[in-house]
Every structure is written in C-alpha cells, then in structure tokens.
C-alpha cells in the first residue's frame, strides 16, 4: 500500500468520463495503443497512449466508455503526445487488466468524485 495522501491532493486529481473513439497501434511500440477519446464540447478530444495491446484488442476498445485522467501534464511516449491516463485495475502480476468504466450511462466528460 501506498502513504496516505491529505484529501486536498486527491481533489487536483480531474477524472473524467470519455469514450475511446479511434484505436492505432503505436508504430514504436509493441505493447502500446494510440487512443482518440471524446469528452464531450467543454473538453473535446484528447489523445492518450495506453498500455493495454496485450489486454485488448482494438475492436474491444472502440466505442468503450472509461474513466482518464486528463489533468496530467502531456508527455511524450515514444515520440507520441500523451494527454491523460487510462483508469484501469490490474491484478498482482499485471495478466488482468480492465479499464474502469461507469456503470450507468452517463454524458462524456462528467467528473468522477
């Protein structure tokens, strides 16, 4: 487990719903896919490079609701722009990984709190 953090911490934290659009392989890298996600007008689309390839393939990405991060400052993963994370949960070894999604349906880019 992690040291606990003060709340105030958790709260710069912007998660929000989005749906993942478009699916590429990233061309320098096995293991990573290119994502266009939609938030909604306020936000728009953001890319974001996901680790997920080994766990999932495109067809079961496109079109899927999930959980990012979209505060994150923008880094550049194998010369591919980053905006945010994908919000998954991954067992012990890292062989199960699920993208966190809403249980309901629920407009793009509503907040996570």
């Avoid at 003060?6 to 719903?17: A, I, M, S």
């Avoid at 994502?35 to 680790?51: N, Q």
């Avoid at 199960?96 to 509503?110: D, M, R, T, V, Y």
Wanted: net charge negative.
């Amino acid at each position: 487990m992690k040291p606990q953090i003060p709340f105030e911490d958790w709260e710069k934290c912007d998660l929000r719903v989005g749906k993942i659009v478009k699916v590429e392989d990233h061309s320098k890298a096995d293991k990573l896919y290119v994502l266009e996600v939609e938030f909604g007008e306020e936000i728009g689309k953001r890319t974001i490079v996901a680790g997920l390839k080994k766990h999932y393939q495109k067809e079961e990405l496109e079109g899927k609701s999930g959980v990012f991060i979209i505060n994150l400052e923008p880094v550049a993963l194998r010369g591919v722009k980053s905006e945010g994370m994908t919000l998954a949960a991954v067992n012990d070894d890292e062989s199960i990984i699920a993208i966190l999604q809403p249980e309901k349906e629920i407009a793009l880019g509503s907040k996570i709190r």
